[in-house]
């Protein structure tokens, strides 16, 4: 039988070999780690350099089209790509899709309108993701102005998603693959509900809302869509899907109500059709011709010719972003008309410019009224509200802007609602998008306890305080007390929003009650009943807030935060590498990357707007596919 001491040395003995087993171990991954991470930066150094050393840079091929191929998002502001994280997500799976910033679009679109060099412009969209009526149309326009010049447009693909086909619409002709398909389905709001699996679980839920239309929480304390909100949801889809068939309808010269009835009647005249897609897209009248790819490519060579991979000539959307747009662009002087983007939820402190911090725009905004040259400040939002904490430190920081004697124009995109209409309410002017999103003038609080959870697999909390409301937290029930505070609390809230609209939009607050209550209105029923001044495009927006301001003569600048030394140099040397990796999984399974964002979109928003009082001025039917 071994002794004590025996047993002590063996343990000593096993505990030393298994710290020197880890050892290894740890150091085998820890280089492993070193050595990719070393490997991924000689890459982008290997990327740099051959581009620099062999490369002269993009042409732009004299009598060539201009390839407008949108693979990505359509965003107000794209985030810097840091090209080590990209890679690296990439490696993993987890990458993001690329980011396509609007106004660069609307650039190269204007720029080669009068670029003698390019001939053509030929839409190719079959990359580009769900993207909102509004941004579609505000390149839309684009490019009608870009037809004033006398130069084609035409759209191909293999495909076309009801987005994708909006913005195809516009071209003078639209080919599509034999075998092809397109996807017109209307516009639907459709939810996940979870109160049967809370009761389940045992999960105890309290809602606090004012607003009969605000139904953010009706997930989590109901299993289907309440008639109001039905209601409601049907009104601005119907006005929306209006927007979308008229615009439609326009531009392919077609019979009024004709999506409806090609819609109403789809078994009948897909059947016509051989059960067809491409020959009913034909038959339709929405697309021109249908085509292989090599015979849409022969069409296009005879048109401007063809370059040495036996394509038609052209240059991309990238490649002549790249030639007007220099990496880092002298500073103008003069008078300024500044804009600032507060796009994505509201969240509370800084954020990334994917979401609204309330710090991070407060500061945007007090940097603009710091700076002599910015005359005048367009808002630009795009944000279906968040934090209702947030939204006031950013309205306060715009009042002061006001009081420095700046004009302020909001402008908005796909949706400036609840806590988005908050921040935009006290600028001298709001100028929307017909087919904004806005209004969902409510607010609501939302807590979960855990308390009955708990004590079903025996576990208990208990104890003394001072008072009742001490050592509050997620394991015991709420008092009655708290629960009237927190109710009394959203009230005051849901006041404070209707004095603020009342006052700056020159009404009574009951007039803005009737059009309140969380309910959701697009831009054109807004304009009407007086929650928005003008319908039109950020253009619009910058040339108020330039008369506003006096200013015939001006320049627009972006107002963002200072690059840090390590950004300016990732951005200086890695910019191109960047994009590429962030990129190539994408284009790999471009499927995979659409969900990921779909399902992003859904679970990300209510974890990240962490209000101190818990209370949120949030859209969330502002949603809608």
Not at 340 to 363: H, K, L, N, R, Y
Not at 413 to 434: F, K, L, M, Q, R
Not at 456 to 482: C, K, Q
Request: glycine share 8%; with cysteine.
């Amino acid at each position: 039988m071994r002794s004590i001491p025996q047993y002590k040395e063996a343990s000593e003995i096993m505990l030393t070999m298994l710290k020197k087993v880890f050892s290894i171990i740890w150091k085998a991954l820890n280089g492993l780690r070193r050595l990719v991470m070393s490997l991924i930066v000689l890459v982008l150094v290997v990327v740099l350099f051959s581009s620099i050393g062999e490369d002269k840079g993009p042409e732009v091929p004299k009598g060539g089209a201009l390839m407008l191929n949108l693979d990505g998002v359509l965003v107000e502001k794209a985030k810097n790509v840091d090209p080590v994280k990209a890679v690296v997500q990439q490696m993993q799976g987890s990458e993001e899709p690329p980011e396509i910033q609007l106004s660069d679009v609307l650039d190269v679109i204007h720029n080669a309108k009068d670029d003698s060099r390019i001939k053509m412009l030929v839409l190719r969209l079959d990359g580009l993701y769900t993207t909102s009526p509004d941004k579609l149309m505000t390149i839309g326009d684009a490019i009608e102005d870009f037809k004033k010049s006398g130069k084609e447009v035409v759209a191909k693909g293999d495909y076309y998603t009801q987005g994708q086909y909006l913005l195809a619409a516009y071209a003078d002709k639209v080919y599509l693959n034999k075998v092809g398909f397109m996807s017109i389905d209307g516009f639907g709001r459709y939810r996940t509900y979870y109160k049967s699996l809370l009761d389940k679980l045992k999960v105890t839920t309290h809602v606090f809302r004012v607003g009969t239309f605000k139904s953010a929480v009706e997930p989590f304390i109901r299993d289907d869509m309440s008639e109001p909100a039905k209601d409601a949801n049907r009104t601005f889809l119907n006005a929306l899907w209006q927007q979308y068939q008229d615009k439609v309808v326009e531009l392919r010269h077609l019979k009024p109500g004709a999506l409806d009835d090609m819609l109403n009647n789809l078994p009948d005249r897909f059947e016509a059709a051989g059960a067809d897609f491409a020959q009913l897209a034909l038959k339709e009248g929405l697309v021109d011709k249908l085509m292989s790819r090599e015979e849409m490519d022969q069409t296009l060579i005879a048109q401007v010719g063809e370059d040495d991979d036996h394509h038609y000539r052209r240059i991309s959307f990238d490649d002549y972003l790249s030639i007007i747009h220099p990496k880092f662009p002298a500073p103008k002087k003069g008078p300024k008309v500044g804009v600032i983007v507060a796009q994505g939820e509201i969240v509370d402190g800084e954020a990334p410019v994917s979401m609204s911090g309330g710090d991070s725009i407060a500061a945007l905004l007090r940097q603009a009224r710091f700076d002599k040259d910015i005359k005048a400040v367009v808002l630009r939002v795009d944000s279906p509200g968040g934090s209702a904490f947030a939204s006031e430190i950013i309205r306060q920081e715009l009042l002061e802007l006001k009081k420095a004697g700046k004009p302020v124009v909001a402008s908005m995109g796909t949706y400036a609602a609840s806590g988005g209409y908050w921040i935009s309410a006290s600028a001298d002017e709001i100028v929307a998008h017909p087919t904004t999103l806005t209004g969902s003038i409510g607010i609501f609080g939302l807590l979960a306890t855990f308390e009955n959870s708990l004590d079903a697999i025996g576990v208990h909390s208990d104890g003394v305080g001072t008072s009742e409301y001490a050592g509050t937290d997620l394991t015991r029930p709420l008092s009655a007390n708290l629960k009237r505070i927190i109710q009394a609390n959203v009230e005051k809230g849901y006041d404070r929003f209707l004095t603020l609209v009342s006052e700056s939009r020159h009404m009574t607050k009951e007039q803005v009650n009737k059009i309140a209550q969380g309910h959701i209105w697009i831009g054109a029923q807004a304009k009407e009943l007086g929650l928005v001044d003008k319908l039109g495009d950020e253009n619009l927006a910058i040339k108020d807030a330039a008369a506003l301001a006096g200013l015939k003569h001006y320049s627009v600048e972006q107002v963002e935060r200072p690059l840090t030394p390590r950004e300016q140099l990732v951005k200086a040397l890695f910019g191109d590498a960047a994009q590429l990796a962030a990129s190539v999984q994408t284009q790999q399974y471009p499927w995979l990357s659409k969900l990921l964002a779909t399902l992003d979109t859904e679970v990300s928003p209510l974890v990240d707007m962490k209000d101190p009082q818990g209370m949120y001025l949030y859209c969330r039917d502002c949603n809608f596919q």
